[in-house]
């Protein structure tokens, strides 16, 4: 599995401190983005939240998905959340350490009370003395919040004090990438009641141990409620792992509602992605389930089509620079702006979700600007089926004969694809397995490069030598999300 050491340093531990009137929480910055360039530890917000304990129990479910592994959860994470300035809000993002949860606390403007909130994202500290404090929060006391270093901070340090080393990877970012993607598709399946949530909630099964709970699960709307069901029906959601969920008990007893999210299902469907949503005063607290707890998001393939193409990189380079940190932003007053169809912009805003450069808000249905303070690029450098791709069309592997296409592995197998209305499909294993519903394979995938031309500047592409097998799991190594290999 590769991944690198991510340097991440504050000029201070964050720390939640009494002060006259009430109590003062700081989270401290790390290197990020902004307007106006990178900066070391960019200030977004100072000022008041309005519902301090429900914010303190959001905060704490976000940190507690950054440093979990849900599957093989005796192997620890520990992975600081991203927050991200919209001008109109705050968010906190985090990816659990097995791939598979993706979890985002929006914090509203009405969840807000005090100065302009600030454009950017960075890494926030959130250490074991924090959480520790924010969950012996027992009152609604004031609670003024500074999200960036004080103006004494910045005059009188020289430089970080607090750094920390952390693992990061490859299938971690790429699965920033697919969750926006994935979530893109969803579409709002029930809202039960604060009281209905609360009970279905707590009657979930607890964890095996490995993430599992038995497999996928399904759920269908029942008056103001949701009831289980055994099996995919029209109108069903699925909730594979359902002890994932975990992190919304933080919140429960400041929910006012719960929202169900997932894509459309019919009967034979099989495990799918879901979004839960708890509603809380001012802010809104969503995770995102993978389709099985023993695989992230990172090898469901749907940005791998907007991968291949050169048309959405040069689209994509357009389209970033008419973002300007919004927190919704319009396809359609881009495809304005920018003279670009409305499928060829969301061509584009999946190909700079690829770079952790915008994400989704289900609640909304709309992208939102940030950038991840990663070396994000190496999700696309890095896609094993993307290299595999590349590097059977570099080799000349791909013949084309109107509506087929042959690609030959180096080890002599012939694999055919075949070209119907634009659906892609392939004589391989990977696609007798799963059908187009981890994205296209790499032999498909290479297929579509060679007829885009898109292998005509891949000159200086991989060599074939190292590429990876052309037999087993497309994934390779980075199928499961303990890391280990797929059978």
């Not at 964050?14 to 530890?41: F, Q, V, W």
């Not at 600030?118 to 924010?134: F, S």
């Not at 012996?136 to 103006?151: A, K, N, Q, Y």
């Not at 141990?209 to 055994?230: E, K």
């Amino acid at each position: 599995m590769t991944r690198s050491l991510q340097a991440v340093a504050y000029t201070r531990p964050s720390a939640l401190e009494s002060a006259p009137g009430g109590r003062r929480l700081g989270l401290e910055t790390s290197r990020g983005s902004t307007p106006r360039g990178t900066e070391d530890h960019p200030r977004f917000f100072a000022g008041f939240l309005t519902s301090p304990q429900a914010a303190a129990a959001g905060l704490l479910a976000v940190a507690d998905v950054a440093a979990a592994r849900y599957y093989q959860p005796q192997l620890r994470a520990s992975l600081d959340p991203v927050v991200t300035g919209n001008g109109d809000r705050l968010r906190f993002e985090s990816f659990s350490g097995c791939g598979g949860v993706y979890a985002r606390l929006d914090v509203l403007s009405r969840g807000l009370d005090g100065d302009e909130i600030g454009h950017g994202t960075t890494n926030v500290d959130v250490n074991n003395p924090l959480r520790e404090a924010l969950s012996r929060i027992g009152t609604d006391d004031p609670l003024h919040l500074r999200v960036g270093p004080d103006e004494m901070a910045v005059t009188t340090l020289d430089g970080p004090v607090v750094e920390k080393k952390v693992p990061l990877p490859d299938r971690w970012l790429r699965g920033f990438a697919e969750a926006q993607v994935t979530a893109a598709g969803f579409d709002l399946r029930a809202e039960p009641s604060a009281a209905e949530a609360v009970r279905f909630l707590r009657s979930l099964p607890r964890g095996s141990g490995r993430g599992g709970s038995g497999g996928a699960q399904w759920v269908v709307p029942a008056g103001r409620g949701l009831r289980p069901t055994t099996r995919p029906v029209p109108g069903a959601v699925c909730l594979p792992g359902p002890d994932r969920l975990v992190a919304l008990q933080r919140v429960l007893r400041h929910a006012t509602a719960l929202r169900v999210y997932g894509p459309p299902v019919t009967a034979g469907t099989t495990a799918k992605a879901c979004a839960w949503e708890a509603v809380l005063p001012g802010m809104r607290l969503t995770l995102t389930l993978s389709p099985d707890a023993s695989r992230g998001f990172s090898g469901e393939g749907g940005v791998l089509d907007a991968l291949a193409t050169d048309e959405a990189a040069e689209d994509a380079e357009l389209i970033a620079v008419l973002l300007a940190w919004e927190p919704r932003v319009d396809i359609g007053d881009l495809a304005a702006a920018s003279g670009l169809s409305a499928e060829r912009v969301r061509a584009a805003l999946v190909r700079l979700g690829t770079s952790g450069r915008v994400g989704y808000d289900t609640a909304e249905a709309a992208y939102f600007h940030r950038e991840l303070p990663y070396d994000a690029g190496r999700a696309e450098r890095h896609n094993p089926r993307l290299r595999s791709a590349l590097a059977l069309v570099a080799a000349g592997a791909v013949a084309l004969d109107g509506a087929i296409g042959t690609v030959t592995a180096d080890d002599g197998h012939v694999h055919r694809v075949r070209d119907d209305g634009g659906t892609l499909s392939c004589s391989c294993l990977w696609w007798a397995t799963y059908r187009g519903g981890r994205g296209p394979c790499k032999h498909a995938l290479a297929v579509r490069m060679a007829r885009r031309g898109a292998g005509a500047g891949q000159g200086d592409g991989p060599d074939p030598a190292s590429r990876p097998p052309t037999r087993g799991h497309e994934d390779g190594p980075d199928v499961r999300v303990d890391g280990s290999e797929g059978r």
